[in-house]
């Protein structure tokens, strides 16, 4: 009698449960794509210079800004590098174009020990190092 019920209970399970399934979405691989140095340095530095932008400005999250070049990188002897990037923050109204200079030091991991640790003794991190309003 038991055995009976759980038949039949399994197949009632069976029978008004539908079956899912799941088609997943496949990525395009990218074939042949060309990146630059400065992509990759923007893409580094891009979040780090967005929060300090909208600091400048006082606007949200939707402030527009503009990635226009960079302008020198030096490398320091803590095994870091400072990036000086020029932007271009428009106007709500496109006749007054701000162009702003960002100095950004990136601090790469000094975790190799192939690293002179006397002078490197830092984690990963970006920082803001000078903010300067080129246009008035």
Same mark, same amino acid.
């Given at each position: 009698?038991?055995?009976?019920?759980?038949?039949?209970?399994?197949?009632?399970?069976?029978?008004?449960?539908?079956?899912?399934?799941?088609?997943?979405?496949?990525?395009?691989?990218? &074939? *042949?794509?060309?990146?630059?140095? %400065? #992509?990759?340095?923007?893409?580094? !530095?891009? =979040?780090?210079? /967005?929060?300090?932008? +909208?600091?400048?400005?006082?606007?949200?999250?939707?402030?527009?800004?503009?990635?226009?070049?960079?302008?020198?990188?030096?490398?320091?002897?803590?095994?870091?590098?400072?990036?000086?990037?020029?932007?271009?923050?428009?106007? &709500? *109204?496109?006749?007054?174009?701000? %162009? #702003?200079?960002?100095?950004?030091? !990136?601090? =790469?991991?000094? /975790?190799?020990?192939? +690293?002179?640790?006397?002078?490197?003794?830092?984690?990963?991190?970006?920082?803001?190092?000078?903010?300067?309003?080129?246009?008035?």
């Amino acid at each position: 009698m038991v055995k009976q019920c759980l038949i039949l209970f399994g197949l009632c399970l069976f029978t008004f449960t539908p079956m899912q399934t799941v088609k997943a979405e496949t990525v395009p691989e990218l &074939k *042949n794509s060309y990146f630059t140095t %400065e #992509d990759i340095i923007s893409d580094l !530095v891009f =979040p780090t210079i /967005d929060k300090r932008v +909208i600091k400048e400005y006082g606007g949200d999250e939707l402030f527009g800004w503009e990635w226009q070049r960079i302008v020198g990188i030096k490398y320091n002897n803590n095994h870091s590098y400072d990036v000086a990037v020029r932007i271009n923050i428009p106007s &709500k *109204n496109n006749d007054n174009v701000k %162009e #702003d200079l960002v100095k950004v030091r !990136v601090s =790469p991991s000094c /975790d190799s020990g192939k +690293i002179n640790k006397q002078k490197c003794n830092h984690g990963f991190k970006i920082e803001i190092v000078d903010y300067k309003h080129l246009s008035q």
